[in-house]
């Protein structure tokens, strides 16, 4: 049915890359593209004997000129980037220039500042209609599989929706005294910004992991969950009607929280250059030198995942709550794909939407996030490619 070109070759790039290939109606041929080469040759051979044909290519993604020369070369049906998220302005970039479709799963970040926000690729979306291109933002778990959530709520269950809880919570152990589950570098900024929530059409701020409640999670039991500010938040008080307050919430453990205070306090997770024996130096980029490889957590994790959202409104003029998530095992995930849960929770919401895009079914032109399209066959789609969601209608509330 389609090309496709994925740009990155890290954790997420290698499960959706094997999703692609579980699915080769669709994915008749795929392009491998990272700035390291031999990371995409390790993938490719790890598919080998698929039907799905695979290439691979060197790119710079920060380059626009090398990714509008090799979206030529290869002649894609749509761009699934799962670089970096300081890549998405310059590969956005390429496909107008080249006038094939987009994907992501992260908004842009620009490299200087942690700055969680939509307004730079938003920006794009005229550009994106004019051509007739479509742009799926956020096509991740969270962002993506929440926002689908968020709309299947909307679509089936309610009139009116009140109130949105994000609950992401990781139960996995991998045995280390300190990693981060995806990039270190993008984890560390995202945990220790500013908290944000939504409420009544104002945005409120609070110190970071300031505000803690405990949480009786379905299969994985009471954890510490912290208000933490998430990229979806901004899109669905805008495309959720009527919604008067969204939070979002992580789990993280003491001992992951102690270890990441004393980095801060030394001054490691830091994004300001500082000058070390007469060189420029990043120290959160030097501590993601040093910490362990996320991709080299799979065979060590062991737990689950769940991550959901807990939905308050009205139906048929009375109160209505609803919890839908999903129950994710890392080792169940390494077994099929090589990775643990963080990674495949990612990776195959980015193989569903871009499959959705090149069957015609989320397809319209401009730049969108995903709770914008019909969320019936992404849902369909996460229990038949190995993301099963389970639903309650009657949770513990975080009130």
Known sequence: MGKALIIGAGGVASVAIHKCCQNPEVFEEICIASRTVEKCEAIKNKLAGNRTIIHTAQLDADNTEQVIDLIKSFQPDIVINLALPYQDLTIMDACLATGVDYLDTANYEPPDIAKFEYKWQWAYREKFAEAGLTALLGSGFDPGVTGVFCAYAQKHYFDEIHSIDIVDANAGDHGYPFATNFNPEINIREITATGRYYENGSWIETDPLSVKKVYDLPEIGPKNIYLMYHEELESLAKNIKGVKRIRFW??????????????????????????????????????????????????????????????????????????????????????????????????????????????????????????????????????????????????????
């Open 250 to 399: 992580m789990t993280f453990s003491d001992n992951y929280l102690n270890h990441l205070r004393v980095l801060e306090n030394v001054g490691m997770t830091s994004i300001e250059p500082i000058n070390f024996e007469g060189q420029q130096i990043i120290p959160l980029q030097f501590l993601k030198a040093v910490l362990p490889d996320p991709a080299s957590l799979g065979p060590r994790t062991k737990g689950k995942t769940n991550i959901g959202c807990i939905i308050q409104g009205i139906k048929d003029g009375k109160p209505k709550t609803y919890y839908v998530y999903n129950i994710c095992d890392h080792q169940e995930c390494f077994a099929e794909v090589g990775s643990q849960a963080i990674s495949y929770t990612t990776g195959v919401p980015a193989m569903i939407g871009a499959m959705l895009m090149l069957q015609g079914i989320w397809k319209k032109p401009g730049v969108f996030n995903i709770e914008e399209f019909d969320p019936d066959p992404f849902m369909e789609a996460l229990n038949k490619w190995g993301l099963p969601w389970q639903e309650s209608f009657s949770p513990t509330l975080l009130d």
